[in-house]
């Protein structure tokens, strides 16, 4: 089993639309949570963080992370054509400095 | 800042031959990951270093991959002999400290082929 799943899609929504994309761990050490996004033949940049379990909003994007069921998900709001890429859910522990990525989930919003 | 920069963006190699990856870390970040990505297997992370040290080299696949940080701006990643599963593509990422949460800045990647 791996540490980190994320289902790699792809998911295809209307602009518009709200987004849902989820993943779920295995280690009940991972402390710090992170969301990528990574567009066609580039590197992946860093979308959002969380620390421990609770919500971030930060425009269009919220992270949620409930440890309780080691589960985190990243909700995009009136989604654009523009977010249109991979987007990469990523953890690691307190005291480490070990990053582990999810497969990703390629995102397709039509115009 | 330029941010990471990596070269080449693209390599086509023949099986045997020998490979070097090639990274420039973003000025002050004391961290420098390598990671490589395929569709099978994902980003998985080969080597990062700390301060120029290697602290964990536990993914770098086999005794033919090796990496070296000479100096803080620079960083290599080189494959002897290359083989056609090393195509992938390889990216560098750095970041300026692990006491808080940082991410990563990661570079555009080279992209490897081995026939």
């Known amino acids: 089993q791996k540490e980190v799943e994320q289902d790699p899609g792809p998911l295809s929504v209307p602009e518009g639309a709200i987004v849902s994309l989820n993943c779920t761990y295995s280690n009940s050490a991972f402390q710090y949570f992170m969301w990528y996004r990574q567009y066609s033949r580039k590197g992946p940049e860093l979308l959002m963080y969380?620390?421990?379990?609770g919500n971030k909003e930060d425009g269009r994007f919220t992270a949620q992370v409930d440890k309780s069921s080691k589960y985190i998900s990243l909700f995009i709001r009136d989604s654009q054509p523009s977010d249109s890429a991979t987007y990469l859910c990523a953890m690691r522990r307190t005291g480490g400095f070990k990053t582990i990525f999810g497969a990703g989930t390629r995102l397709f919003v039509k115009a | 800042d330029a941010g990471v920069i990596q070269s080449p963006r693209h390599e086509v190699t023949e099986m045997g031959q020998e490979v070097t990856l090639r990274c420039k870390p973003i000025s002050g970040h004391d961290y420098l990951f390598w990671y490589r990505q395929t569709m099978m297997r994902g980003l998985e992370l080969l080597i990062y270093?700390?301060?120029?040290?290697?602290?964990?080299d536990s993914g770098m696949p086999e005794d033919r991959f090796s990496a070296k940080m000479p100096n803080a701006s620079f960083s290599t990643l080189k494959i002897q002999p290359s083989e056609p599963r090393d195509s992938a593509v390889y990216f560098c990422?750095?970041?300026?400290?692990?006491?808080?949460?940082?991410?990563?800045?990661f570079g555009s990647g080279t992209r490897l082929t081995v026939v």
């Open positions: 270093f700390n301060n120029n040290v290697p602290i964990d």
């Open positions: 990422a750095s970041s300026p400290g692990a006491d808080r949460n940082y991410g990563y800045t």
């Open positions: 969380t620390y421990s379990s």
